[in-house]
């Protein structure tokens, strides 16, 4: 049986940009704008798409996504989630809880609730 979450709860919203790219975990940056996130930061949600000349985007704002991970692995259930600086998460105690249904340890990605 394969198990698949893409695509559940999934909403998103066009934004300007500048300095990001797909699958990239990113925060509100300015007015009707995104960014990419600073180490230990709260994000907003995941690029899902590129605008063609790379000045617009899709966020991600709400559902499963699957991100990369660094640091120590996240767990499945609740657990505390923050920017890593590079696009993707780490585990952060103190950062926002998620719902984490997913950990691939060997590919280094995670799969949580917005």
Avoid: H
Wanted: with cysteine; net charge negative.
């Amino acid at each position: 049986m394969n198990i698949s979450f893409e695509g559940i709860g999934q909403w998103a919203a066009t934004f300007s940009c500048a300095e990001v790219r797909e699958g990239e975990l990113v925060k509100v940056s300015g007015n009707g704008a995104v960014g990419p996130c600073g180490e230990g930061e709260d994000f907003c949600g995941q690029v899902i798409s590129m605008g063609k000349g790379g000045d617009a985007c899709a966020v991600q704002l709400g559902g499963f996504v699957t991100a990369g991970y660094t640091g120590n692995a996240p767990v499945p259930g609740w657990c505390g989630l923050s920017a890593d600086g590079d696009g993707g998460v780490k585990t952060d105690a103190e950062g926002r809880q998620y719902l984490v249904a997913e950990v691939d340890a060997a590919a280094g990605a995670v799969t949580f609730a917005l």
